[in-house]
């Protein structure tokens, strides 16, 4: 960490210079991260929904743990839930655009995907467990809380249930003419070849993941320089920078009809964010990192609760058209959003 510890000492000129340009590289790979994606998904034959939410959710979150990881070790436990929740709530605004991208209709109707239904409701599960460590007793196992063995093992049993829905569902959706299916692609897998996608997509992961460090350390940065609060900091600069992959990938899988992908990818990747906590509690060596956490954390975490309800009441609704073609869960998840970012900045 003395690299680290270095670069957070720049100046403010350069801390921004290396902000934008982490940025940058974690918007511009995104795209490619997306094509490698949709073809690796037909390819491995789990479908859009599932590698979604476990390798394209993955990989695009790795810039978040990074950054998290980075803040954590450095001891600003603040920071590091701030970017790792912050980017839960701001991933889940990105799907607002992705459905404004989809003109033909509601995105959440088109998309329509059982997996994608259990995801959501394993992340609104999963974001409660930090709340209750945060208010319960501060105990450690391993240098960890148990809340972090946890989190991990709910995760893991969830996309198991995930999986196994998309190949035996209990019920299915209701098919209509704007209902757009996961259809494998044989032809981009036959024209990239196996080997040459996962080397491509692997690739694209290490180059977000250097950019996230970088967005990491300049966020650590922006504390000292800015003096706003490491939460205000994680939420509103670190997590939107590390978050870029969710939001280019979303819309470029929308605009190449792979809109299960697109959904799949926002809530597969906001429920592995919630392992940001698991990584930045073992990398935080004073204590639990869910007793670490504020009232402002706390209230980004109640936030992104709200937000994925919202989003998973339009999944089973389904409305079909609303204001512009999106439904009303998007108008409501940008609502939301900003109003918790107004208490936030000025409710402090």
């Known amino acids: 960490?003395?690299?680290?510890?270095?670069?957070?000492?720049?100046?403010?000129?350069?801390?921004?210079?290396?902000?934008?340009?982490?940025?940058?590289?974690?918007?511009?790979?995104?795209?490619?991260?997306?094509?490698?994606?949709?073809?690796?998904?037909?390819?491995?034959?789990?479908?859009?929904?599932?590698?979604?939410?476990?390798?394209?959710?993955?990989?695009?979150s790795f810039p978040g743990i990074v950054a998290s990881v980075t803040a954590a070790a450095s001891g600003h436990a603040e920071l590091a839930v701030g970017?790792?929740?912050?980017?839960?709530?701001?991933?889940?605004?990105?799907?607002?655009?992705?459905?404004?991208?989809?003109?033909?209709?509601?995105?959440?109707?088109?998309?329509?995907?059982?997996?994608?239904?259990?995801?959501?409701?394993?992340?609104?599960?999963?974001?409660?467990l930090p709340l209750m460590a945060a208010n319960g007793p501060s105990l450690t196992l391993l240098g960890l809380h148990p809340v972090s063995f946890l989190l991990l093992a709910i995760y893991v049993f969830g996309l198991r249930i995930a999986a196994e829905s998309r190949d035996v569902p209990g019920w299915r959706p209701v098919r209509t003419r704007d209902t757009l299916e996961d259809q494998p692609k044989t032809s981009l897998v036959r024209q990239g070849g196996a080997r040459r996608l996962w080397l491509g997509f692997a690739a694209s992961v290490a180059v977000v993941g250097v950019a996230g460090w970088l967005v990491g350390i300049a966020g650590l940065a922006l504390v000292r320089h800015t003096g706003l609060s490491e939460t205000l900091v994680g939420s509103?600069?670190?997590?939107?920078?590390?978050?870029?992959?969710?939001?280019?990938?979303?819309?470029a899988a929308v605009r190449q009809g792979a809109l299960t992908l697109a959904v799949g990818g926002i809530i597969g990747g906001n429920t592995f964010d919630v392992l940001f906590l698991v990584f930045a509690d073992a990398a935080y060596r004073e204590g639990s990192i869910?007793?670490?956490?504020?009232?402002?954390?706390?209230?980004?975490?109640?936030?992104?609760?709200?937000?994925?309800?919202?989003?998973?009441?339009?999944l089973i609704r389904r409305?079909?058209?609303?204001?512009?073609?999106?439904?009303?869960?998007?108008?409501?998840?940008?609502?939301?959003?900003?109003?918790?970012?107004?208490?936030?900045?000025?409710?402090r």
């Not at 000129?13 to 998904?41: C, N």
């Not at 600069?237 to 819309?251: G, H, M, N, R, Y």
């Not at 670490?292 to 339009?314: E, R």
């Open 1 to 60: 960490m003395r690299l680290g510890g270095r670069l957070t000492e720049l100046s403010l000129t350069t801390t921004l210079i290396l902000f934008v340009l982490g940025a940058a590289v974690i918007a511009a790979v995104g795209v490619k991260l997306t094509r490698f994606a949709d073809a690796l998904a037909d390819l491995t034959g789990l479908g859009e929904a599932v590698f979604g939410a476990v390798l394209l959710g993955a990989s695009t």
């Open 319 to 347: 409305e079909r058209r609303g204001v512009a073609n999106i439904g009303f869960e998007s108008v409501a998840v940008l609502c939301f959003y900003l109003l918790g970012l107004a208490v936030l900045v000025f409710g």
């Open 236 to 251: 509103l600069f670190t997590a939107t920078a590390t978050s870029l992959p969710e939001l280019v990938t979303a819309v």
């Open 290 to 314: 869910y007793h670490a956490m504020g009232m402002q954390s706390q209230f980004l975490i109640s936030l992104s609760i709200l937000l994925t309800a919202v989003l998973l009441l339009g």
């Open 83 to 128: 970017n790792a929740v912050g980017g839960i709530a701001v991933q889940t605004v990105f799907l607002v655009a992705a459905d404004l991208a989809h003109r033909r209709a509601n995105l959440e109707h088109a998309a329509a995907s059982v997996p994608n239904l259990i995801n959501a409701a394993l992340l609104c599960g999963l974001l409660a």
